[in-house]
């Protein structure tokens, strides 16, 4: 079936770095949806990308669906503490009456 | 609600039990999805309901899970005669739906089932 994969596992980085984790598809994406969840919460909605090579902003974060609609890029700028948590990318299939997942990013941020 | 609502929190079950998870979502929101997040894993799809029609039920792992939503509001998950491989965090969500399309999903805080 369709899977979502998610790169890097996981990274670790200096306060005021930057860092972009990358979702890809062998097959095309439909829409890709982002949340993120910090420990021990629930994943929270970022945002949805519908359109081939559409390119979002919400601050410091930057979201981008590929020009073949087989991957997705989120990147943050200047990363902060608040930022920790595991990023997760997610196909929305038939219309989103089914989230795919991917295995998330967790990102860590030292002070 | 202000936001979708689970309980309860934290669900302790001997092997063998059957245990019930309820899921309170956004007034409103017509559909409504159970998802399983086990740890250190994105969640997996269970089953959807648009308002009190289930309509995907594909992602339930086997017969001892049922799940009901009979006035198309609250929605019951059902684990009969639970196994430790059922050990998860089960996340319940809502969604706005416009025609075909669906918006972003609204967690609950989930339910954290552990099977001893």
């Known amino acids: 079936g369709q899977q979502v994969m998610q790169i890097p596992q996981y990274q670790h980085v200096q306060e005021g770095e930057d860092f972009t984790t990358y979702c890809n598809s062998s097959t095309t994406l439909s829409n890709i949806q982002w949340y993120k969840q910090r420990p021990g919460g629930h994943p929270v909605f970022l945002i949805q990308?519908?359109?081939?090579?559409e390119v979002k902003k919400q601050k410091r974060l930057t979201f981008q669906f590929g020009e073949a609609k087989k991957n997705s890029s989120l990147h943050i700028t200047a990363t902060q503490t608040t930022d920790v948590g595991t990023y997760f990318c997610?196909?929305?299939?038939?219309?989103?009456?089914?989230?795919?997942f991917g295995a998330g990013t967790i990102l860590r941020v030292k002070s | 609600g202000a936001g979708v609502s689970q309980s309860p929190r934290y669900k302790v079950a001997k092997r063998g039990q059957d245990v019930a998870l309820r899921c309170d979502p956004i007034s409103g929101h017509v559909s409504l999805f159970w998802y399983q997040q086990a740890l250190g894993q994105g969640p997996e799809f269970l089953t959807y309901f648009q308002n009190e029609a289930q309509l995907d039920k594909s992602g339930l792992p086997s017969d001892r899970f049922f799940a009901e939503r009979p006035e198309g509001s609250v929605s019951t998950l059902k684990i009969q005669r639970t196994q430790q491989e059922d050990s998860a965090v089960y996340l319940c969500?809502?969604?706005?739906?416009?025609?075909?399309?669906?918006?972003?999903?609204?967690f609950g805080s989930g339910t954290r089932l552990t099977v001893v």
């Open positions: 990308l519908v359109k081939s090579g």
């Open positions: 997610a196909d929305s299939m038939e219309y989103g009456n089914k989230l795919v």
């Open positions: 969500a809502s969604s706005l739906r416009q025609g075909l399309f669906n918006y972003g999903y609204t």
